[in-house]
């Protein structure tokens, strides 16, 4: 891979240990992936921030970079943490977690890196134009990016992503190229209507069984059907997707059948102590149509902190920031099952946190 002065400069340390570490890391994916050279990035995402995925391996390593002095170049951002960061004792979270928890965020503020701590940065001021390139690191994050807001970003790891931000640059290939972004089969879809656990859960069935750009027929999703469409596809391999589908040969189905079989294998519960709403994080039309309900039972709606002070919980809803039942250990607080309307927590809370999950529409988890 072809470097320049200033990138040879930086991988001979000549930038300090922290900045040759970060080069390391982009010059190693780089030779993998075949890239060419690196690009600059004009904004991250960082994902690897809740210390139930990275333990006390992930909190050490964050440390000792964030004491060589090292910083983001660009604007970054992170990814939910485990618990939210001002009443995690209210919620019942201990203190021994609660501990480590900050001592990330810490790391990670000492390298510039702004604790929004959403998995929709796009709706905190992370909001990349079409075209920019960009290096996000949160799987439904990157479908939106690339999909909706046609900005151009590879799925990176938590740690390559970090070292993008560090750096300021990324390995180009992938997804930044114009060759790898055009849709390679098209979906039919032959069912309606659809609710937005339908649309979850079709980009889960189809992230499952089919790789590549798939371009979809016969849906007019709103923004929150492409929040969740985008979610469910990043549970499995495909990183973009289209509605543009003309032209386009090879075709495959999504009907009833498909979504059944879908719903079948995620929901493994009737009864639930919780629902579990936002993941991606709601948005204020999500909150907004929570609370209007004023459901008789306990909801917990996970949001950014920017949405979260701009409501008031209402009854049995409680409004939970920085977090999300994926990376919370929900299991410490005897919670033994959940109601979703995502097919990605439906499959994360199933296999991260061994919690049984009813998976379906928020019209249906609210009754």
């Known amino acids: 891979m072809f470097l320049t002065r200033e ?10 240990e922290g900045m040759r570490k970060a080069m390391e890391l982009l010059v190693a994916m780089g030779d993998i992936k075949g890239a060419e050279k690196l690009v600059p990035v004009s904004r991250v995402h960082v994902s690897g921030v ?4 990275i333990g006390e391996a992930g909190l050490e390593f964050l440390r000792e970079l964030a004491d060589t002095g090292v910083g983001a170049r660009v604007l970054a951002t992170l990814n939910p943490t485990g618990i939210d960061l001002e009443n995690w004792a209210k919620l019942g979270f201990e203190e021994s977690f609660a501990s480590k928890q900050l001592g990330i965020v810490e790391a990670y503020t000492r390298m510039n890196i702004i604790p929004s701590c959403t998995c929709t940065p796009y709706l905190s001021g992370n909001l990349p134009g079409k075209d920019e390139i960009i290096s996000w690191a949160e799987s439904s994050a990157v479908v939106f990016a690339n999909s909706v807001l046609g900005a151009r970003t590879n799925r990176e ?4 992503a970090l070292a993008c931000a560090l750096v300021g640059k990324a390995p180009c290939y992938g997804l930044h190229l114009d060759e790898n972004r055009v849709p390679t089969f098209r979906v039919r879809v032959e069912t309606e209507p659809m609710s937005e656990a339908d649309f979850s859960a079709m980009g ?26 985008s979610a469910g596809l990043g549970v499995g391999k495909v990183n973009m997707f289209s509605l543009d589908y003309e032209g386009i040969q090879e075709t495959v189905s999504f009907g009833k059948e498909e979504l059944r079989e879908t719903y079948e294998e995620l929901n493994t519960s009737e009864d639930v102590d919780v629902v579990c709403i936002g993941c991606p994080h709601c948005s204020l039309q999500e909150i907004g ?41 929900l299991e410490d607080l005897g919670i033994e099952a959940i109601g979703v309307n995502s097919a990605k927590a439906a499959f994360y809370a199933s296999h991260l946190s061994d919690i049984e999950v009813r998976f379906d529409s928020l019209e249906n988890l609210l009754k």
Request: aromatic share 10%; hydrophobic share 35%; with cysteine.
């Open 289 to 329: 149509g929570v609370l209007r309900r004023n459901p008789g039972k306990d909801v917990w709606v996970f949001t950014g902190r920017q949405n979260a002070g701009l409501f008031r919980e209402k009854g049995r809803v409680r409004i939970i920031k920085d977090t999300c039942m994926v990376v919370s250990p």
């Open 157 to 160: 790891s938590g740690v390559l």
């Open 7 to 16: 990138e040879e400069a930086i991988l001979d340390g000549e930038m300090g």
């Open 50 to 53: 809740s210390y139930k995925t």
């Open 204 to 229: 889960y069935y189809v992230g499952k069984h089919y790789e590549g750009i798939p371009a979809f027929e016969g849906i007019s999703p709103g923004i929150d059907e492409l929040k969740a469409l």
